[in-house]
């Protein structure tokens, strides 16, 4: 299991954890999504013993990460597919970490296989790879030592469509053999095929956490329409307290029919109603990270 409690780290007085608590328990893929700059590399660094934590703490299988004697073999873990040696081979890579943890060079072979390197292209210097056979290369690293927990940053990045499934398969298949996994992805509809539990954090502080089922399942109405200024001005007439949602729309607990008629009765055109039952990542991602989002800028330079 990974746990994570209070977890803190500040920069000079920028905080750029704040205050983290989670758990990812095993047998289980836990999606760990939030904007860029939201904390969840620096959460994962200090997971890893890269960066230390001004305050709290991560422990992964009971323990602080740099206590583990052999980590390799209890601990997978992949945070940039590029910070590899640009002057070996990926069979290098590989031998070196197998020696590293006492492990025999079958489990070399045995990798290269799993991630579809072949012969040849274990063979080439990593500064030829493209990045998907880094990630690939970074993937069969982790795995090298059979460990019980991944700890994975953007590792479907680079890869093509048929990449991305094949990580799919084989992450669903290590956390069915009871692995714990990580994973911190920017694409949402990966992390919602995927995922069993998902955590959000925006501006370094949790903003939602819990089971797939549970954060996607929503209550009320969705209602989006061209002017959404005059839309939540009709719906406040009408005593319906709206909030935004992801995209562009509003969300409230009113019914679709009494959303209707407000709207209709202010003459305000709609794009779209419906339940709001079963919003997808997508939207609830946005909805909860809307005031951590970077603003648009259209191509005069003007703010959209």
């Known amino acids: ?55 709290g703490e991560a422990r992964v299988g009971g323990v602080l990460y740099q206590d583990i004697p052999n980590p390799g073999t209890q601990i997978g873990v992949l945070l940039d597919a590029s910070a590899q040696h640009a002057g070996r081979t990926g069979r290098e890579i ?8 006492g492990l025999p060079m079958s489990r070399v072979d045995e990798m290269l296989k799993l991630v579809s390197l072949t012969a040849e292209e274990s063979t080439r210097r990593v500064r030829n790879y493209s990045l998907g056979m880094r990630q690939r290369l970074g993937i069969a690293n982790a795995l090298l030592g059979d460990p019980k927990i991944l700890i994975l940053d953007e590792p479907a990045n680079g890869l093509d469509p048929a990449g991305i499934h094949w990580m799919r398969s084989l992450l669903r298949e290590y956390a069915n053999r009871g692995g714990t996994v990580l994973l911190s992805s920017h694409l949402l509809h990966e992390i919602e095929v995927i995922a069993d539990e998902i955590i959000v954090i925006g501006n370094g502080r949790i903003v939602a956490q819990g089971t797939k089922a549970e954060l996607l399942q929503t209550a ?78 259209t191509p005069e330079g003007a703010q959209s």
């Open 1 to 55: 299991m990974i746990t994570v409690e209070g977890l803190t780290k500040t920069y000079g007085g920028f905080k750029a954890v704040d205050n983290v608590s989670f758990e990812c328990r095993p047998g289980a893929v836990t999606g760990f999504l939030g904007p860029n700059g939201a904390g969840k590399s620096t959460t994962m660094r200090i997971m890893a013993g890269l960066t230390p934590a001004s305050a």
């Open 94 to 101: 590989l031998t070196l970490s197998a020696l590293t943890m």
């Open 220 to 297: 009320g109405t969705f209602v989006k329409a061209g002017d959404t200024s005059a839309l939540a001005n009709a719906l406040t007439s009408a005593g319906i307290t709206a909030s935004p949602s992801g995209d562009g729309g509003l969300r409230t607990e009113a019914t679709p029919e009494q959303v209707g008629k407000a709207a209709a009765s202010a003459g305000v055109a709609l794009i779209e109603l419906r339940p709001a039952e079963g919003a997808g990542l997508e939207e609830m991602f946005l909805e909860l990270t809307s005031d951590t989002q970077r603003e648009e800028i």
